[in-house]
């Protein structure tokens, strides 16, 4: 059982469009990061959200992190081919264990 | 700064051998932490090492093992290796424990005949 659920698991959108990714658990994280990765490459961190109900914002891309520190989305707006990848949640739980999410991954269409 | 490198990049080994994989952490980091990613499959946490102590241990046998040097690289060791080892084994550092994110490595292909 994967203790980070990722929705939807697949995404597949024309260039201009926006889009929202879920990453849910019962379990509340001291921190909550997310990655994507393209194949054969390892994950690249894209923002880690630490406080709960925290918002951040990389150019187009909006991250937040649940009040109670259980869950987190991303939204990104006006979707570019160069946004295509693999966008992992990734959580930092107890005794150090880190756990990831199974991931979505986005096809953005010219 | 350079950053996570991992050797080597493809390994082919047959079932019941030993593998050791291994990681240069980035300059001034000194926490590393391993993760087997199946196809399609978010990574799994194997471990983590904190200043050349073991702190943080996934769901794996003890056949997975692994050590960190005073330089803070590290290996992965796997003993009596399964054909459901066969996957992509990800190293990635940070300074300090796991909350302000990793840099990770490439990974290494692991495929077990």
């Known amino acids: 059982t994967q203790l980070l659920e990722q929705s939807p698991q697949f995404l597949s959108i024309q260039e201009g469009e926006n889009l929202t990714v879920y990453c849910n658990s019962s379990?509340?994280?001291?921190?909550l990061q997310w990655y994507r990765q393209e194949p054969g490459e390892g994950p690249v961190l894209l923002v880690t959200?630490?406080?709960?109900?925290e918002v951040k914002k990389l150019k187009r891309l909006t991250f937040q992190f649940g009040d109670a520190r259980k869950d987190s989305s991303l939204h990104i707006t006006a979707a570019q081919t160069g946004d295509t990848g693999l966008y992992l949640c990734?959580?930092?739980?107890?005794?150090?264990?880190?756990?990831f999410g199974s991931g979505t991954k986005l096809n953005v269409k010219p | 700064e350079t950053g996570v490198t991992q050797s080597p990049t493809h390994l082919i080994k047959t079932r019941g051998q030993q593998v050791t994989l291994r990681c240069s952490s980035q300059?001034?980091?000194?926490?590393v932490s391993w993760y087997q990613q199946a196809l399609g499959q978010g990574p799994q946490f194997i471990f983590q090492?904190?200043?050349?102590?073991?702190?943080g241990r996934g769901n794996f046998p003890p056949r997975f093992s692994g050590l960190q040097f005073p330089n803070y690289s590290s290996e992965l060791n796997v003993n009596a290796l399964e054909l459901d080892d066969s996957a992509l084994y990800l190293c990635?550092?940070?300074?300090?424990?796991?909350?302000?994110?990793?840099?990770f490595g490439s990974g290494t292909r692991l495929t077990v005949v």
């Open positions: 090492y904190y200043r050349e102590e073991e702190n």
């Open positions: 959200v630490v406080t709960g109900g």
């Open positions: 379990s509340v994280f001291s921190s």
């Open positions: 990734a959580g930092v739980g107890n005794f150090n264990k880190f756990y």
């Open positions: 300059s001034g980091h000194n926490t």
């Open positions: 990635a550092s940070s300074r300090d424990g796991a909350n302000y994110g990793y840099t």
